[in-house]
């Protein structure tokens, strides 16, 4: 069965340290995409990046990194030189496109804070 | 560009009366989703359209909840008769294409309605 597990609930460091997010996901298909999307306290959900499986090329977007293993089924999310405004909800999904639906499989989600 | 718009952002009221959401896709964009999110449940999607065509209904929760889209740029969330439980934040998102063999797939999030039932 799908499904994504975020196991860290709420993760707190102090602006400028180094933090990763965990993603597992589980998932019956070859083809998949993979997502993460940031809530921030206003409230509105932003994507931040979508991965597909046959893609393994960890991507870099300035103070933000993935690493997406297929060989662990994870897609953990680094962010470098943390700041305040890092501070969100922070949600993997998975999408199996071969469903009939479309249906994105959220994570419970990762409650970040940057204390400065 | 304008993005998700939705109204109202804020509702109180008491068990029994009628809610509508409302929303307004970005121009363009030929899916709609209706997603609700609760501290028990995440975040849950409760319907979607294509080209304003429901296409799958089945995560809203019962006979109380009813969406419609009557055109491109407008979208309704109802419930009636609300309930405590229906208390969550409801979100729209849009979104160009499906996520299968799209070259995004990213849906794009109005900042919610906060619906509280009394």
């Known amino acids: 069965a799908q499904k994504v597990t975020q196991a860290q609930t709420e993760i707190s460091v102090v602006e400028k340290e180094d933090v990763t997010l965990d993603c597992v996901y589980e998932t019956r298909d070859t083809t998949y995409y993979l997502f993460w999307y940031k809530q921030p306290p206003s409230g509105e959900l932003v994507f931040l990046i979508r991965?597909?499986?046959?893609d393994e090329q960890n991507e870099i977007s300035g103070r933000y990194s993935w690493n997406f293993q297929k060989s662990t089924s994870s897609f953990n999310f680094t962010i470098t030189a943390s700041q305040v405004v890092d501070s969100a909800v922070y949600f993997c999904a998975l999408s199996e496109p071969r469903d009939s639906n479309y249906q994105l499989i959220w994570g419970a989600g990762t409650k970040l804070i940057i204390k400065p | 560009d304008a993005g998700v718009i939705q109204s109202p952002r804020h509702e109180v009221t008491e068990m029994g009366q009628e809610v509508t959401l409302r929303c307004k896709p970005i121009s363009g964009h030929d899916y709609l989703f209706w997603y609700r999110q609760t501290m028990m449940r995440g975040l849950e999607l409760l319907i979607y359209?294509?080209?304003?065509?429901?296409?799958?209904d089945s995560g809203m929760p019962e006979d109380r909840f009813s969406a419609k889209m009557p055109n491109a740029s407008f979208s309704t969330l109802k419930i009636q008769p609300s309930e405590p439980r229906d208390s969550a934040v409801y979100f729209c998102?849009?979104?160009?294409?499906?996520?299968?063999?799209?070259?995004?797939?990213?849906?794009?999030f109005g900042e919610g309605s906060r619906l509280t039932v009394l």
């Open positions: 991965r597909n499986s046959f």
């Open positions: 998102a849009s979104s160009l294409v499906r996520v299968a063999g799209a070259e995004t797939g990213e849906l794009f």
């Open positions: 359209f294509n080209n304003n065509v429901p296409i799958d």
